[in-house]
């Protein structure tokens, strides 16, 4: 389960779709270098993205591994 406190790298590497998901969102994580260290709920935050429909989203991904 993808929670706030989730590393935007792994969520990127557990689910394939996340990039699209995170892009949707107005997000362009996967080619940030704060992608690495920088949580869900801080990502987020910086873009003024709904958490809680983000979280909902990313959740509903199948995991790739």
Known sequence: MITKETPIIVVLRSHIQAKE?????????????????????NAAKIHGVNIDALLAELNSLKSEK
């Open 21 to 41: 998901v995170l892009v949707s969102h107005g997000m362009s994580c996967s080619g940030c270098m704060g992608s690495a260290t920088e949580t869900i709920a």
